[in-house]
């Protein structure tokens, strides 16, 4: 792929980003996953340092969570145990954090490497002496800190123990268009001396994303003509029957895996058993997960429902603690559309206004739309049934309740909300580390 504007391909951007990161910072540490971006930014990070004699300033991370494949082990092992024995810092967590997790309503995360739950661990620590473990952690820990955070936290302590730190996180533009959006965005702001390819955590720690412009082919073209080592569980993929987009490699209780998990059982037999004990709901979201039934595509109620029913019938087989929580975002939610409204396009309105919506249009400008052309929407009814709109999702309705459910999506971002204090300030977090990267 051609880096636009330039006569350079994306290797060559690369390097020529990394050259600028080892002769700025006295350490690069890179975060790796055992996913095919981070497999290959490690690579080129290792390749660059060893050609220009800078291996004492490479580190690497890991965070394992425990529910994995066992490929992504075996390539874990290789990375800490076989390869790059050159390079003296390297870190192999096996934390008690909290993880996100999707696959059911009883609970919103879970928490691998849990000592009170050893019984049920999908399999034992890894073998290595780059090991740290609750038991051996260099700095004070509270289980159950969120895992977002401890690697923002782990990150420091590295940079506060070893110096001015550049983290190296292999992300890429088009893995998906949020994605696109956090490295196009124009409000960009905290760059280290204007590379944009880079952000601030604080004063001795940076996040730098080299390879943010490649894309998928660019990531095995890399790997096949540099011979590099890499997760074969993409290889069981292959013989799955995925296109190289659809391979991924995360948590099967995270979101972004469950429409693979069902794959768990016929790629890892052996770990299978494991994991429908691990952690509630993992086998039906194998089973159902990516379909209409978890809300993925275009869902369909009972016909003897309306969407209004349906959501009432979903909330009613619901924990009463996940219950409550959608009741009350509901109830805000309709406060919030006839009372205050939110401001949309003329193209939505007019959409809304040939379904027969009752509605009130004003030109009061929205502070959280810099978009002058749109107008604020108030509903004169309640919440509507379904609509026909293109912009589905934007739009209050009852179906939309019941894909928010179906999701578990228990913080309510289908419908719109915004973060609480603490997902707030989440939030920020995240902008700060993914911002400026054009």
Known sequence: MKIYNRDINVYEATNERLKFIFEEFENVLVAFSTGKDSGV??????????????????????????AIYSESTLYAERVFNEHYLDVEKKYWLCMPVKASCSV???????????????????????????????????????KGTKAFDFRIDF?????????KTAVLVGIRADESLSRLAIF?????????????????????????????????????????????????????????????????????????????????????????AKMISRVN???????????????????????HFTWKEYANFLLSTLPDVTRNKFLRKIEKSQWHWKNQGGARTPEF???????????????????SVKV????????????????????????PSWKRVCVTILKNDTTCMYMGFSRTKAQEEKKKQIINQYRNLL
């Not at 086998?283 to 016909?303: D, E, H, Q, V």
């Not at 002058?372 to 739009?395: A, P, Q, S």
């Open 184 to 272: 196009s965005s124009k409000h960009r702001i905290k760059l280290y001396k204007e590379k944009k390819y880079g952000t601030y955590v604080d004063k001795n720690t940076y996040a730098f994303y080299p390879i943010y412009d490649w894309n998928t082919e660019d990531i095995w073209i890399a790997n096949s003509k540099f011979k590099y080592d890499y997760n074969k569980t993409y290889d069981l993929y292959y013989m799955a029957g995925l296109s190289i987009s659809e391979m991924r490699i995360a948590s099967p209780f995270h979101s972004a895996g469950q429409g693979h998990l069902r794959l768990y059982k016929e790629l890892d037999p052996n770990n299978w």
């Open 349 to 367: 309105i007019e959409q809304l206004k040939k379904e027969g919506v009752k509605m009130r249009v004003t030109d009061k400008e929205s502070p």
């Open 104 to 142: 059911t309503m009883y609970q919103d995360g879970w928490i691998p490497w849990d000592a009170k739950e050893e019984e049920i661990w999908t399999r034992p620590f890894p073998k290595s002496k780059y090991l740290y473990t609750i038991d051996n952690y260099p700095f004070p820990f509270k």
């Open 372 to 395: 002058n052309t749109h107008k604020r929407l108030i509903f004169i009814d309640e919440m509507m049934d379904d609509t026909g709109v293109d912009e589905f999702k934007k739009c």
């Open 155 to 163: 990150s420091k302590y590295f940079a506060d123990k070893y110096g």
């Open 41 to 66: 930014m490690m690579n080129l990070a290792y390749d660059y340092a060893k050609n220009n004699d800078m291996l004492h300033k490479l580190a690497i991370y890991y965070q394992d969570y425990e």
């Open 281 to 303: 709901g993992v086998n039906f979201t194998a089973i159902y997960g990516g379909t209409t039934l978890m809300g993925w595509k275009n869902i369909k109620k009972p016909t």
